[in-house]
């Protein structure tokens, strides 16, 4: 470390310190800056820094909701300059958003131009568009002008810029916000500003009210786009107490009848967050790969409202049956999940229930309300003090002229001036006497600019009256602010009228102000097999050696030549129908499931069958049946390990299949037949054959299994099962069946080696 120190180009000011530390500590500077500058919202304001920045940079260019448009560059341009030393892209894309009514419950900015659409496309160049603040953006800057929040400098020390806005309404709530920072997220839904304040005005009355009252006043999110809440309400009421939690949101739907009993599903409001192309795709696919067989077409008719047509292939089938169907299988069903982390004191982030996230904007506006008050009573204290200034001048009104004409520093010469004894005289006969000026009895240095900057317009009588009037009014609030900074109540009173009013002007008469999405309980919909929806035909099963498989119309002659690649051949045609399902036992040792009418025709030579599942290019077809529910089946490895499984366990739900025998190494799945019989008869490439009883085997799910027979070279060949009584049967080379009843010779226990097979066993070592 001293030789470092030395280093002749390592300058004066270099510190030596453990790298450990170093960048300890720079990443800690770098999180906390993603945390509190960048990705966590503000409880106050619902805001972050660009969001912020962005409302305040319109104020500054009197982009008011009644006035005109400016170009979004120039928005993002002086955003950029004067307060985010960011991308202007960046800048662009989260005014967009803001203004976008899709995403945001109360848009913030009104665009002019295109601002992307709900189709997932995006917002024009910022220097096509145009924007300007929208009703709701200017009630969170509302007080920004009365010292109602700390400013502090901006980026380069020139400008100053709001901490925090002063916010009317509970805006974090209300529009919600989503954001990755470093360890730690947050997504908010949005909700309606009538029932937040309602909420609102009642945590004022009741201070200790439970989290659960709360939701009788916020029965759930509001989303833009609608959609009907299907989460239980105690689920709703924990994600709320904690801060954490989920809601599964829906699209709206109705059926349209279409005469004679015909008619189709049209999707009106589609869940939030979802792109409409996105959807539609989605959809395309579930009737591509038929996961919803019932479901034949979709159509997209949107115009400036959702319309999403969906027809079903069979007018027999109930509406709430696919719809159910469709809800599992694409996003017209998705889960939004509620992390409400917050900075709870701008500065602090904290996991928040409801109550104390509303509880942080109402301490918040009892603040900014003392702050309003304050900064009015000192606007009405120097007011006052010009008044009584102007009042003295009106009533010594030849003095003051006089002065003015003929001294050489009449403002000196005010302040010198003793107004007293003519004050009192002047107005011993009115109503209302005014305290007398600071000072001796001369006017103050502001009283005294004030009287020199008065025109000779005012000079008439009648202004000398509305003087008189405004100072009396002013006295009063004066009183009225004083009451409220000392009262506790009544600025609880005030800020609940204030409330009242965000409520009147953003409520329910409020464009878009109404609750848009339904919350509901979910419709228990009766499960429907997929072979009840799908017409029951016979068909043809042919598989080729290759693994090219189809399905034939009918059940044709087994025996019939079929036509294949060149330099394949067939290796399973059997008869089945379309409700059938089929499985796959490859040499891998996982199952594979294929539904017989998802099956390609047989006009051609049909598909690959690993298109159709996920059947490694090394793994081989072992055998391809008709499922049978209930059945069992003897699966059994090449090293001669097996074991008994249920059919029904090996049904997989995915292209990926179900893992049932473990093989690893050069070890393969060798055997897989159905258990038809009390004894298990195996038979290895040495051609010794043992039999032994079935129950020696175990039933499992899942495993290697147990050895079946022992060997000194080779492994297994064939295994089989059947009944003791009726003999062990196979073809001899001739095509012709024997059967073999006197089995003392080969039976044993199981794992034992076996005698040489009877004369007449096949060479290939196969019972079938």
Not at 29 to 56: C, E, F, N, Q, W
Not at 173 to 188: D, E, K, P, Q, Y
Not at 202 to 226: Q, S
Not at 398 to 417: S, T, W
Request: charged fraction near 30%; charge should be negative.
């Amino acid at each position: 470390m001293s030789d470092l120190l030395d280093d002749p180009n390592i300058g004066p000011d270099a510190v030596a310190e453990p790298l450990r530390r170093a960048i300890g500590e720079r990443y800690l500077t770098y999180a906390l800056s993603t945390i509190m500058h960048r990705a966590l919202p503000d409880a106050r304001d619902g805001l972050k820094p660009v969001h912020r920045r962005i409302l305040y940079a319109m104020r500054e260019l009197r982009l008011s909701s009644s006035g005109g448009f400016r170009k979004s560059a120039k928005i993002s341009g002086d955003v950029m300059g004067n307060y985010h030393p960011h991308g202007d892209a960046a800048i662009y894309d989260a005014m967009a958003r803001l203004a976008q009514d899709f995403a945001v419950r109360y848009p913030l900015v009104d665009g002019q131009g295109n601002f992307g659409n709900i189709d997932g496309d995006n917002p024009a160049a910022s220097r096509y568009t145009e924007a300007r603040m929208t009703a709701v953006a200017e009630a969170l800057l509302d007080g920004l002008a009365e010292n109602a929040v700390d400013f502090r400098d901006n980026y380069d020390g020139t400008l100053t810029e709001p901490v925090v806005l002063p916010a009317s309404f509970p805006n974090l709530l209300a529009n919600g916000s989503s954001g990755i920072a470093v360890g730690m997220a947050t997504n908010i839904p949005p909700h309606n500003i009538t029932e937040l304040v309602d909420a609102c005005l009642h945590l004022i009355r009741t201070p200790d009210a439970r989290d659960d009252t709360l939701l009788n006043y916020v029965p759930g999110p509001d989303f833009p786009t609608g959609g009907v809440i299907v989460e239980p309400a105690e689920n709703i009421a924990q994600a709320y107490r904690t801060g954490r939690g989920s809601f599964r949101l829906r699209c709206k739907w109705q059926v349209e009848e279409l005469g004679r009993g015909q008619w189709q599903i049209i999707v009106t409001e589609i869940p939030y967050q979802v792109q409409k192309s996105k959807l539609i795709e989605k959809l395309a696919e579930v009737i591509q790969t038929k996961k919803v067989p019932i479901l034949a077409d979709v159509r997209d008719e949107s115009a400036d409202d959702i319309r999403v047509v969906l027809e079903p292939r069979s007018k027999n089938v109930e509406p709430d049956v696919l719809m159910s169907m469709l809800f599992r299988n694409s996003d017209l069903e998705v889960r939004f999940s509620l992390n409400m982390n917050v900075l709870i004191d701008g500065v602090t982030p904290k996991v928040c229930s409801m109550k104390e996230v509303l509880r942080a904007f109402l301490d918040f506006r009892r603040e900014v309300l003392i702050r309003r008050s304050t900064h009015r009573m000192e606007k009405i204290d120097h007011r006052l003090e010009v008044l009584e200034g102007l009042i003295v001048a009106f009533l010594n009104l030849d003095r003051v002229i006089d002065i003015i004409r003929y001294d050489d520093e009449p403002k000196p010469a005010l302040m010198r001036e003793d107004w007293g004894r003519e004050f009192v005289r002047a107005t011993s006969e009115a109503d209302y006497v005014p305290p007398a000026p600071a000072g001796e009895d001369g006017l103050t240095d502001v009283q005294a600019e004030a009287v020199l900057n008065m025109r000779l317009r005012s000079l008439r009588r009648l202004e000398e009256m509305e003087l008189l009037r405004e100072q009396s009014a002013l006295m009063e609030e004066r009183a009225g602010l004083e009451d409220l900074l000392e009262d506790e109540s009544l600025q609880w009173i005030s800020i609940s009228d204030q409330l009242r009013d965000v409520k009147k002007i953003f409520g329910k008469d409020y464009e878009g102000g109404a609750r848009r999405t339904l919350i509901e309980e979910a419709a228990e919909v009766e499960e429907v097999p997929l072979e009840a929806m799908i017409d029951r035909e016979p068909i043809t099963v042919v598989c080729s050696k290759m693994g090219w498989i189809r399905a034939m119309s009918g059940h044709i002659d087994l025996d019939r030549e079929l036509k294949f690649k060149d330099g394949d051949e067939g290796r399973f045609v059997f008869h089945a129908e379309t409700t059938d399902r089929l499985l796959v036992f490859g040499t891998n040792g996982r199952f594979y499931t294929l539904s017989a009418s998802n099956l390609p025709g047989g006009r051609g030579m049909g598909e690959p069958l690993r298109l159709m599942v996920d059947l490694p290019n090394e793994a081989e077809i072992v055998t391809l049946f008709i499922h049978r529910p209930g059945n069992k089946l003897l699966v059994a490895s090449s090293a001669g390990d097996g074991f008994v499984v249920a059919e029904d366990e090996v049904l997989a739900q995915t292209r990926s299949g179900k893992q049932a025998l473990n093989v690893r190494g050069d070890v393969r799945a060798q055997v897989c037949k159905p258990v038809a019989g009390d004894h298990v008869a195996c038979v290895g490439e040495n051609r010794k054959v043992l039999v032994f009883a079935l129950d020696e085997l175990p039933e499992m799910g899942r495993g290697k299994g147990v050895r079946l027979q022992k060997y000194k070279d080779g492994g297994l060949s064939d295994a089989t099962t059947f009944n003791i009584a009726d003999g062990l049967s196979w073809l001899d080379p001739a095509g012709r069946t024997r059967t073999e009843t006197e089995l003392v010779e080969w039976s044993g226990k199981r794992a034992g080696t076996g005698r040489m097979a009877p004369r007449g066993f096949p060479r290939d070592n196969r019972f079938t």
